[in-house]
């Protein structure tokens, strides 16, 4: 900040505020960086008079209350080659992992292919729905590609799988 | 309760796996916001609190779609704002308010959804606004409070309550400003302009 322009510190401050002077109004027009200041502290001060009321404690308790989550069924991670090798290197580009929920058991393999990766996988029990965008099933074997690992969540059975990069329980995290 | 973004995207997290202490976190992130805005649209407290009670539905409905923290408060705020606009309709039209005779309902439901806008950006706004105060050191966040966030409180009061002299004020409520300008302007908070949303040009959703 220029010494002129901290002179007009305050005064710029009281511009914004409202007050007149004709003297700050004078430095301001001809000082970009100052015009931008005024500019910011009176958008500042706009909103800030702004309605804003906290909710009755009642009405918060209600909202709370009304609604329990439920939790969604998933899949939970039994094993990943990650984990057991400690490879967890950003260079990853193939790890497979094993997944459980009740009886059924998913093992998935993944590798990367050009910019994307490709997501292999095998389930113990039939395939009844596979909820994965361009997913191929054969039998009890499907595949699908995805352009980001993080993309790599889908639903098997109505059951999710978590894309490895989002599961904060999944080991699988190659980069982590 | 503040949460950051990061907090909010675990709560978030947390909502879809179950936990109703996250969903306890996000409902009171969000609750001033919803209720500023039913306020600010000028509902009462009975209404009000079905506006609250009608968006915390569709934020649990729309948990699964809802991954990132950064576009919760947009999110909120229209949702928000669109509803207690059509509740302010309905009690309008219940009280024989009308628009006049040669308002087409296309101009209605238009001005509708232009007031919606207008006032879930302002919201969204105001919600950055207090979340950049709410990282500036405290001693500041308490003096800005009292000159700008509530009602007219006598520079003799503040003085007494800060523990300041009355001739300090200035001065430090120059710096102090000073400190949340920077911090707005690491959250491109004046990237929105405020004379751009009260002229209208309201923001996508």
Not at chain 1, 86 to 115: I, N, P, W
Not at chain 2, 18 to 47: E, K, T
Not at chain 2, 51 to 63: G, I, M, P
Not at chain 2, 115 to 124: F, I
Request: glycine letters at 6%; a negative charge.
């Amino acid at each position: 900040m220029k010494r002129e322009c901290i002179e007009y510190r305050d005064r710029v401050v009281e511009l914004a505020e409202g007050k007149p002077d004709a003297d700050a109004r004078s430095h301001v027009d001809q000082c970009p960086e100052c015009r931008q200041r005024l500019d910011q502290l009176k958008s500042m001060l706009s909103v800030a008079s702004e309605t804003w009321v906290e909710a009755p404690e009642s009405v918060i308790q209600a909202a709370i209350s009304s609604f329990v989550p439920t939790p969604q069924r998933r899949f939970t991670l039994l094993s990943s080659t990650l984990a057991s090798t400690g490879a967890r290197r950003a260079s990853s580009d193939q790890f497979q992992t094993v997944l459980k929920h009740e009886g059924m058991e998913v093992r998935l393999s993944y590798q990367k292919e050009g910019a994307g990766w490709t997501v292999l996988g095998r389930s113990n029990v039939p395939i009844e729905s596979l909820d994965a965008e361009g997913a191929v099933v054969t039998g009890s074997r499907f595949e699908f590609r995805v352009s980001l690992l993080g993309n790599a969540a889908f639903e098997l059975n109505g059951v999710l799988v978590a894309a490895p990069l989002e599961d904060s329980d999944n080991d699988a995290r190659p980069g982590a | 309760m503040r949460l950051d973004s990061d907090g909010l995207e675990r709560a978030l997290k947390r909502c879809r796996r179950g936990d109703q202490d996250a969903w306890a976190q996000v409902v009171r992130h969000f609750s001033a916001l919803i209720y500023s805005i039913c306020r600010r649209c000028g509902l009462n407290a009975d209404d009000s609190a079905d506006v609250f009670q009608t968006v915390c539905t569709q934020l649990y409905r729309n948990l699964d779609r809802l991954e990132k923290a950064e576009t919760m408060p947009k999110w909120m705020a229209v949702t928000t704002a669109r509803e207690a606009v059509r509740v302010k309709r309905i009690g309008d039209r219940n009280r024989g308010v009308s628009f006049g005779e040669e308002t087409t309902l296309e101009e209605v439901l238009q001005a509708d959804e232009e007031g919606a806008h207008e006032l879930a950006a302002r919201a969204e706004l105001a919600l950055q606004l207090r979340a950049g105060l709410a990282k500036i050191p405290e001693r500041c966040q308490k003096l800005l409070t009292l000159l700008y966030f509530e009602d007219d409180v006598a520079y003799g009061d503040i003085s007494e309550t800060m523990g300041m002299p009355v001739g300090a004020i200035g001065p430090t409520r120059a710096r102090c400003l000073e400190k949340l300008r920077a911090e707005l302007n690491r959250s491109k908070f004046f990237e929105v302009h405020v004379s751009d949303i009260s002229s209208g040009d309201s923001l996508s959703v």
